[in-house]
Nanobody
Framework: QAHVVESGGESVQAGDSLRLSCAAS????????MGWFRQAPGKEREFVAT????????FYADSVKGRFAISRNNPKNTVYLQMNSLKPEDAAVYYC???????????????WGQGTQVTVSS
């Protein structure tokens, strides 16, 4: 069964860095755009970043542009999110998922994982 497993979330201080990983199983990520989303308590799931099949195109939410970087390793079937200069408002559960086409809405994505918790204290 196709799914992903996110990892790397931790409790950190504002200004710290984290790298999240998303390991895919049951499908080959090279056939998909891969995206990261996040959801804070009481808020809707929001788009963070997406990367095209062969890493030639990336898009970011304005709130993370310049601080976060999405990357992928197709042979390892894994996607990453490097998060620098973390802010308390970045705290959320972070999810990755796959899409056949570019899109920022979670409805365009599938194979969601359980997410990984990122906590940022000031």
């Amino acid at each position: 069964q196709a799914h992903v497993v996110e990892s790397g979330g931790e409790s950190v201080q504002a200004g710290d860095s984290l790298r999240l990983s998303c390991a895919a199983s049951g499908f080959t990520i090279s056939g998909f755009y891969m995206g990261w989303f996040r959801q804070a308590p009481g808020k809707e799931r929001e788009f963070v970043a997406t990367i095209s099949r062969f890493s030639d195109v990336t898009f970011y939410a304005d709130s993370v542009k310049g601080r976060f970087a999405i990357s992928r390793n197709n042979p390892k079937n894994t996607v990453y999110l490097q998060m620098n200069s973390l802010k308390p408002e970045d705290a959320a559960v972070y999810y990755c998922a796959a899409s056949r086409d570019y899109g920022r809405g979670p409805e365009n994505y599938k194979f969601w994982g359980q997410g990984t918790q990122v906590t940022v204290s000031s």
